[in-house]
């Protein structure tokens, strides 16, 4: 999980992975897939679109868009 984190996060550091490590746990397990397959995924899904999308939503009301969404 954590060279799958790093290679597609490149400036993350150890300390960083470690902390990923704690906030992600061993997850359920799919038939064919790896042991940290799901918790990969929940990682990723939430470091690349679940975040940024957070932030840009709380930016909007700093430039007069006072309604926005966040779907998640």
Do not use: H
């Amino acid at each position: 999980m954590n060279a799958f984190l790093k290679n597609n996060f490149a400036k993350l550091n150890a300390t960083e992975l470690a902390q990923i490590d704690d906030f992600y746990p061993e997850a359920e397990q799919f038939p064919g897939m790896g042991t940290y397959w799901r918790t990969a995924a929940n990682a990723y899904g939430e470091m690349r679109y679940i975040c940024p999308g957070i932030y840009l939503s709380s930016v909007f009301p700093k430039y007069g868009v006072l309604e926005s969404w966040n779907y998640q």
